[in-house]
Nanobody, 129 residues
Framework: QAQLAESGGGSAQAGGSLSLSCVAS????????MGWFRQAPGLEREFVAA????????NYADSVKGRFTISGDNGKKTIYLQMSNLTPEDTGIYYC??????????????????????WGQGTQVTVSS
């Protein structure tokens, strides 16, 4: 019954901006963690950013620090990814993910796809030079 739905993907030029959103249904937030991953053709899925609902703490991959911002709205059960100063290396399918088990998630574990229990279908982001 739990579902995640991403939206906001599209095309942008290098230096431009895009905003993604992910609406969660059938999930209780509490101390849960939600995040964004991306996967480029021929490459492994990589961590982008995560947010912890309990205290709002955020974590970012080094490659996006200073350019991307993750935020959440508990009332709307939605997380956002605001992306600016885009580069072609940001191209890929962006996935929303949710960790819903009541377990401790370490900083290292935030980076691992297996930490997350639910995934959206992904939204394509294409950045041209």
């Amino acid at each position: 019954q739990a579902q995640l739905a991403e939206s906001g993907g599209g095309s942008a030029q290098a230096g431009g901006s895009l905003s993604l959103s992910c609406v969660a249904s059938g999930l209780a937030f509490g101390n849960n963690v939600m995040g964004w991953f991306r996967q480029a053709p021929g490459l492994e899925r990589e961590f982008v950013a995560a947010i912890r609902w309990n205290d709002g703490n955020t974590n970012y991959a080094d490659s996006v620090k200073g350019r991307f911002t993750i935020s959440g709205d508990n009332g709307k059960k939605t997380i956002y990814l605001q992306m600016s100063n885009l580069t072609p290396e940001d191209t890929g399918i962006y996935y929303c993910a949710a960790h819903v088990r009541d377990t401790i998630v370490t900083i290292d574990e935030l980076l691992l796809p297996q930490t997350y229990d639910y995934w959206g279908q992904g939204t394509q982001v294409t950045v041209s030079s």
